[in-house]
């Protein structure tokens, strides 16, 4: 059932929120449940003129450097640039994708952002959308960074929130400008995330090609309630697919 993003108004919200917990249902790693997410919205979100309404859609989960795969910490090595991560410091891991081209429809296929390391406040303020969207939650960076035990007991479960860009040509939070913006056509981006159960920090962000005012965009609220939901079923065990190394891809992305 298409849901019109440029009004998405208050049925839309809850028919969506209703056939999203549906489309995780089975689901059995976190990663095939995030991609569930985004297949959904991509698929079912529609401009005006039933078109599709999304470029791209991706969903991002903190994750400890040392629990990540030798390949994902090959990758954030090389974007911290001699810098020597620790098995805690967190990585913006990647979890799923999809997108009008075929590159952007597989993690593995990421030139630049398979797992983007965050070993500082000061590193995650270079990162616009993500910095942005924690605000909004009203976590401080360094709850996101080292989250202690007594911050997880304290925001697990309770702080969701959106980042709303509703211009994002010329946008300061939005990187890749012509490479990306320009060149598909990005009119709007909506980011919607919260923290989960075992303290990380999850973000949804669609980049769409239709004009998402305000109140549209505020009512992925209730949307990150669900996918928080989906995505407390699994354990540290059940994070990541089986999967095989694959070259990167050089389409440009944000």
């Known amino acids: 059932m298409p849901y019109d993003l440029s009004r998405f108004g208050l049925g ?3 028919k969506s929120s209703l056939h999203l917990r549906e489309a995780t249902t089975g689901a059995t790693t976190l990663e095939s449940s995030a991609q569930r997410v985004c297949r959904f919205l991509y698929d079912e979100l529609q401009g005006p003129g039933s078109e599709r309404a999304c470029a791209l ?11 990540l795969d030798t390949e994902l910490q090959r990758f954030a090595r090389r974007l911290m640039d001699g810098g020597k991560p620790d098995a805690a410091m967190r990585c913006l891991t990647l979890l799923a994708t999809v997108g009008q081209t075929a590159s952007w429809n597989s993690r593995l296929l990421s030139q630049g952002h398979r797992a983007i390391p965050l070993p500082s406040a000061e590193i995650v303020e270079k990162a616009p959308m993500i910095s942005q969207l924690i605000k909004e939650m009203g976590l401080e960076l360094s709850s996101v960074l080292r989250p202690s035990p007594d911050v997880v007991q304290e925001v697990a479960g309770k702080r969701h929130g959106v980042f709303h860009v509703e211009e994002a040509a010329g946008s300061p939070y939005i990187p890749a400008q012509q490479e990306f913006v320009e060149r598909y056509g990005i009119r709007s981006v909506v980011g919607f995330g919260g923290v989960l159960g075992t303290g990380e920090l999850f973000a949804v962000i669609l980049f769409a090609t239709v004009h998402v005012p305000a109140n549209a965009a505020q009512r992925f609220r209730t949307l990150a309630l669900d996918v928080k939901s989906s ?3 699994f354990g540290e065990a059940a994070v990541f697919n089986l999967t095989k190394s694959t070259p990167a891809s050089s389409a440009a992305v944000p």
């Open 12 to 14: 839309d919200m809850l």
């Open 57 to 67: 859609v991706r969903c991002y989960v903190t994750h400890p450097f040392g629990s």
């Open 231 to 233: 995505f407390n079923k």
